[in-house]
């Protein structure tokens, strides 16, 4: 299973770190990945690392403000999130066991969090 922690309130121009702790099996060498659903829209891709070079994907808006990193030894990824903007408001979900190539199509997950409430005040 997949837990995630880390969310909260924060002003715009803050930072928030999101850590993704997996079990059970749920950790994957291969793609793991982040997505957000804001409030009344559909659930998106947020952030992807791939494979065993780590190398990783962002959401076009997101690009230079967020990082998604693994740490293989604690089974945890993570999402530090800087210069938030009111926009990046949603709850923010990990996942595991991703397709390497559809790594920004949730349907190719095999295992979510429970998801973390993150709220970017003006």
């Known amino acids: 299973q997949l837990q995630a922690s880390g969310g909260g309130l924060v002003q715009a121009g803050g930072s928030l770190t999101l850590s993704c702790a997996a079990s059970g099996g749920a950790f994957s060498y291969g793609t793991m990945g982040w997505f957000r659903q804001a409030s009344g829209k559909e659930r998106e891709f947020v952030a992807a690392?791939?494979?065993?070079?780590?190398?990783?994907y962002y959401l076009d808006s997101v690009k230079g403000r967020f990082t998604i990193s693994r740490d293989n030894a604690k089974n945890t990824v993570y999402l530090q999130m800087n210069s938030l903007k009111p926009e990046d408001t949603a709850v923010y979900y990990c996942?595991?066991?991703?397709?390497?190539?559809?790594?920004?199509?949730?349907?190719?997950?095999?295992?979510w969090g429970q998801g973390t409430q993150v709220t970017v005040s003006s």
């Open positions: 996942a595991s066991r991703g397709s390497s190539a559809y790594y920004a199509d949730q349907r190719s997950y095999d295992y």
């Open positions: 690392i791939v494979g065993g070079r780590g190398n990783t």
